[in-house]
């Protein structure tokens, strides 16, 4: 079974420059996580959805973060403009339903962002 | 909000010593428990998890037990080896969470075992 598929693995940027990764779950998982790793603490959900729709985005920076679930399946995070800040891991996953504990993730992207 | 507590490390050992993670929680329904694992170079994986109170969840010679009464869900093993080396994360889902059921981590916890 292919995993979630999470590209780029790299990527440094300017701050005030925009960014996008992208992410696909693993197949017939309906609902999909953004999580942000800061160097040396635990993922932090941005952003949750289950199919299309957006169950969860209580943390998501809305000024400069924005995500979109393309059918039901794909998922784009965009950051504009970066910040220092920002430098993290950007890990994807997804679970067959709305139990987190099912949850299958990416190797992430990783943001450095001079 | 809910959270979780785990102990800082890094934690240092030689092979075959016993290991013991600590990890409290802070939930206001019933949640899950789970251990996740991060090798080197590679993306999280589930270790073990705990649904209920007094349940112990146990993989690859880990254990850990969800204690309602302390809310903690530590976790052990009796023989590390060199290959157990990573980060371990604590984590809950809490299903009385109406604005989802996503995970929240701990910090994590490194682990390095030495031949």
């Known amino acids: 079974e292919a995993g979630v598929a999470q590209s780029p693995r790299y990527k440094i940027i300017e701050k005030r420059q925009s960014v996008a990764f992208w992410c696909n779950p693993i197949s017939g998982h309906a609902t999909l996580y953004w999580y942000q790793q800061i160097l040396g603490q635990g993922p932090k959900l941005l952003i949750q959805f289950q199919n299309n729709g957006v169950v969860d985005d209580s943390q998501l920076p809305k000024d400069r973060f924005s995500a979109e679930r393309l059918k039901g399946v794909d998922s784009t995070l965009k950051i504009q403009p970066a910040k220092l800040e920002d430098s993290a891991v950007y890990l994807c996953?997804?679970?067959?339903?709305?139990?987190?504990?099912?949850?299958?993730f990416g190797q992430g992207t990783r943001l450095t962002v001079v | 909000g809910d959270s979780v507590t785990q102990m800082e490390g890094p934690v240092t050992l030689s092979e075959e010593a016993f290991l013991t993670i600590n990890c409290t929680y802070t939930a206001t329904g019933y949640p899950s428990l789970f251990w996740y694992v991060q090798y080197p170079g590679e993306g999280l994986q589930l270790l073990l998890k705990?649904?209920?109170?007094?349940d112990k969840g146990s993989n690859k010679g880990f254990e850990a037990t969800y204690r309602k009464e302390t809310t903690s869900f530590h976790l052990e093993k009796g023989s590390v080896q060199v290959s157990d080396s990573a980060v371990y994360f604590c984590?809950?889902?809490?299903?009385?969470?109406?604005?989802?059921?996503?995970?929240?981590f701990g910090k994590g916890t490194t682990l390095s075992v030495s031949s």
């Open positions: 705990a649904t209920k109170a007094d």
């Open positions: 996953a997804s679970s067959l339903a709305l139990q987190g504990e099912r949850a299958f």
């Open positions: 984590a809950l889902s809490d299903p009385w969470n109406q604005a989802g059921t996503a995970l929240i």
